[in-house]
């Protein structure tokens, strides 16, 4: 498991650049030292990631690894970037760029760049770039450490100080996040997951070594970065297009190349957090009434089926793969926008959606979706990505393209009615001994399709399960007087121990009213 608390919360031409004060030297005399300049593309980028596949891996060497031990959760905490040395701060980019400090849990250093009219001139770090206290420990790194991460800030020139707000952050070996039009952010991304929850083996996390600015012409709204990948099964090159608007959008082109055979590599990798929701009540485990960045998992399939897998917290680890081929979208979303349902002032309510769309054709394969058990809030314990159906052998190369969404919604909903809560309870009658080794499962549904039935039409429910047996099955519309609001709740009697793997969604006659609810059950927890 990750500890959250280790992580935070095209080209223009040189002439022109230069006239406006924009050119490396305006650069240095802004406070920021550059490198000597050398030529940059990214199919040269693409190239050196390939290149250096073919060649044993080699971990970038930590600079005083004593020093940055002593740079703890707090120490680190007190290191801040000077805002008035953020790369663009007077432009052209309407979004500044800071910098992370390295630390004990940020120890490898990433080289940054900026790049103009396709010269790259790398930013040497200095102490002298960062707020900090005369006794920290930071004072005794070498020169030119190099940095652990980067943010953008928001637009100079918009509503929000920008010096105070930012809209994304890389930090973390391939780890990344953005907010969304909530303006919170929670869940992350990254670029490559290895061996996630692989029997026998530790995951690796690979590195983003080497990050890329290309100077913006004036007032753009996007930003493109490059990042180079470095691990010791696979070596790649990232490309990100990213464009602030209500939500952020991302623009992803990524190419890597294996070192090594890999047992599962997951491709647009999602994190997120998920400890309890009203799903199931377990006494006294926290004074919150819920606590997750997100509550499921949604998946619109290549053959155009609209899922939705609310998220556990099981007894061990488990992995789920929903077999496909060519996906039109996968993503784990917060749907849950209640307040009241989480009560606390760090807003759970507000964290984003994140919904991955694919560009062309990603072929066979699987969305795997791994959960982890935890005990609090502080571990990223979900994982959902994309995993090929073939394996993957040292000496083969992929590329692979998507668009991230991070939002609030997904960002094409269902015309179909959602799910919007799951609910479990002994099952049984009230008033009557509650059979033992029974579950009552309430599944709520809300959409268009079920405010247009006729009067007095319920919908039928249509109910499988990998094992056991389904009774006190009804379907009634929730007393709320909200139109197209329904609810389903059915017994399960089932014996053993094993997960069940159930589903429901609701119809009326032929016609499917619903997108189909997924969920696996653990009897004996």
Same mark, same amino acid.
């Given at each position: %498991?990750?500890?959250?608390?280790?992580?935070?919360?095209?080209?223009?031409?040189?002439?022109?650049?230069?006239?406006?004060?924009?050119?490396?030297?305006?650069?240095?005399?802004?406070?920021?030292? %550059?490198?000597?300049?050398?030529? *940059?593309?990214?199919?040269?980028?693409? &190239?050196?990631?390939?290149?250096?596949?073919?060649?044993?891996?080699?971990?970038?060497?930590? !600079?005083? !690894?004593?020093?940055?031990?002593?740079?703890?959760?707090?120490?680190?905490?007190?290191?801040?970037?000077?805002?008035?040395?953020?790369?663009?701060?007077?432009?052209? =980019?309407?979004?500044?760029?800071? +910098?992370?400090?390295?630390?004990? *849990?940020?120890?490898?250093?990433?080289?940054?760049?900026?790049?103009?009219?396709?010269?790259?001139?790398?930013?040497?770090?200095?102490?002298?770039?960062?707020?900090?206290?005369?006794?920290?420990?930071?004072?005794?790194?070498?020169?030119?450490?190099?940095?652990?991460?980067?943010?953008?800030?928001?637009?100079?020139?918009?509503?929000?100080?920008?010096?105070?707000?930012?809209?994304?952050?890389?930090?973390?070996?391939?780890?990344?996040?953005?907010?969304?039009?909530?303006?919170?952010?929670?869940?992350?991304?990254?670029?490559?997951?290895?061996?996630?929850?692989?029997?026998?083996? =530790?995951?690796?996390?690979?590195?983003?070594?080497?990050?890329? *600015?290309?100077?913006?012409?004036?007032?753009? @709204?996007?930003?493109?970065?490059?990042?180079?990948?470095?691990?010791?099964?696979?070596?790649?090159?990232?490309?990100?297009?990213?464009?602030?608007?209500?939500?952020?959008? %991302?623009?992803?082109?990524?190419?890597?190349?294996?070192?090594?055979?890999?047992?599962?590599?997951?491709?647009?990798?999602?994190?997120?957090?998920?400890?309890?929701?009203?799903?199931?009540?377990?006494?006294?485990?926290?004074?919150?009434?819920?606590?997750?960045?997100?509550?499921?998992?949604?998946?619109?399939?290549?053959?155009?089926?609209?899922?939705?897998?609310?998220?556990? /917290?099981?007894?061990? #680890? #488990?992995?789920?793969? *929903?077999?496909?081929? /060519?996906?039109?979208? +996968?993503?784990?979303?917060?749907?849950?926008?209640?307040?009241?349902?989480?009560?606390?002032?760090?807003?759970?309510?507000?964290?984003?959606?994140?919904?991955?769309?694919?560009?062309?054709?990603?072929?066979?394969? =699987?969305?795997?979706?791994?959960?982890?058990?935890?005990?609090?809030?502080?571990?990223?314990? #979900?994982?959902?990505?994309?995993?090929?159906?073939?394996?993957?052998?040292?000496?083969?190369?992929?590329?692979?393209?998507?668009?991230?969404?991070?939002?609030?919604?997904?960002?094409?909903?269902? !015309?179909?009615?959602?799910?919007?809560?799951?609910?479990?309870? @002994?099952?049984?009658?009230?008033?009557?001994?509650? !059979? &033992?080794?029974?579950?009552?499962?309430?599944?709520? +549904?809300?959409?268009?399709?079920?405010?247009?039935?006729? =009067?007095?039409?319920?919908?039928?429910?249509?109910?499988?399960?990998?094992?056991?047996?389904?009774?006190?099955?009804?379907?009634?519309?929730?007393?709320?007087?909200?139109?197209?609001?329904?609810?389903?709740?059915?017994?399960?009697?089932?014996?053993?121990?094993?997960?069940?793997? %159930?589903?429901?969604?609701?119809?009326?006659?032929?016609?499917?009213?619903?997108?189909?609810?997924?969920?696996?059950?653990?009897?004996?927890?």
């Amino acid at each position: %498991m990750i500890n959250r608390r280790q992580f935070l919360q095209t080209a223009t031409a040189t002439a022109a650049l230069a006239a406006q004060g924009f050119s490396a030297p305006a650069l240095a005399q802004q406070g920021l030292k %550059m490198g000597a300049s050398s030529p *940059f593309s990214f199919d040269d980028l693409k &190239k050196r990631a390939q290149s250096m596949a073919r060649s044993s891996y080699l971990a970038p060497p930590s !600079p005083s !690894p004593e020093v940055l031990h002593q740079i703890d959760y707090d120490a680190h905490g007190k290191i801040r970037f000077k805002t008035d040395l953020a790369l663009w701060a007077n432009g052209p =980019s309407e979004f500044p760029v800071t +910098f992370f400090h390295l630390g004990r *849990f940020f120890q490898k250093p990433v080289r940054m760049h900026v790049v103009e009219g396709g010269q790259a001139r790398e930013i040497i770090y200095d102490s002298n770039y960062f707020d900090m206290p005369a006794d920290s420990p930071a004072h005794k790194l070498p020169d030119n450490s190099g940095f652990a991460g980067f943010r953008f800030q928001e637009a100079r020139t918009g509503k929000l100080d920008w010096r105070r707000n930012d809209w994304v952050a890389f930090l973390g070996a391939s780890y990344f996040r953005a907010i969304g039009e909530l303006y919170q952010y929670g869940l992350s991304a990254r670029g490559l997951a290895v061996d996630v929850a692989v029997f026998g083996k =530790s995951e690796e996390f690979p590195d983003f070594t080497h990050v890329y *600015f290309e100077t913006p012409q004036p007032g753009s @709204n996007t930003v493109t970065v490059y990042a180079l990948l470095d691990g010791p099964s696979v070596a790649g090159a990232y490309r990100f297009v990213m464009q602030r608007a209500a939500a952020v959008i %991302m623009d992803i082109d990524s190419a890597v190349y294996m070192r090594q055979d890999v047992s599962r590599l997951g491709l647009a990798p999602l994190t997120s957090m998920y400890w309890y929701s009203e799903k199931a009540k377990t006494t006294a485990i926290d004074w919150r009434p819920e606590i997750h960045d997100s509550d499921g998992l949604a998946l619109w399939t290549g053959a155009g089926e609209r899922i939705w897998r609310p998220l556990n /917290n099981p007894p061990r #680890i #488990i992995t789920s793969a *929903f077999a496909d081929e /060519n996906p039109k979208g +996968f993503g784990l979303l917060q749907r849950d926008r209640n307040f009241d349902h989480y009560l606390d002032g760090v807003y759970y309510d507000r964290r984003p959606s994140l919904w991955i769309e694919p560009q062309g054709a990603w072929g066979r394969g =699987s969305v795997q979706l791994v959960e982890i058990p935890t005990d609090d809030e502080i571990h990223d314990n #979900i994982v959902a990505m994309w995993v090929p159906a073939e394996p993957v052998r040292a000496g083969q190369a992929l590329e692979l393209r998507y668009r991230m969404h991070w939002s609030a919604e997904e960002p094409y909903p269902t !015309p179909l009615a959602r799910v919007i809560a799951t609910r479990l309870g @002994n099952g049984g009658q009230a008033g009557t001994n509650r !059979p &033992k080794g029974v579950r009552k499962f309430m599944v709520e +549904f809300i959409g268009q399709p079920l405010t247009k039935l006729p =009067s007095g039409v319920i919908p039928n429910p249509v109910l499988t399960a990998s094992r056991g047996e389904f009774s006190n099955i009804l379907t009634e519309a929730v007393p709320n007087n909200v139109p197209g609001h329904w609810r389903t709740q059915f017994d399960l009697t089932v014996t053993g121990t094993e997960p069940v793997e %159930m589903r429901c969604y609701l119809r009326n006659g032929d016609e499917v009213l619903s997108e189909t609810w997924l969920y696996q059950y653990h009897p004996a927890f």
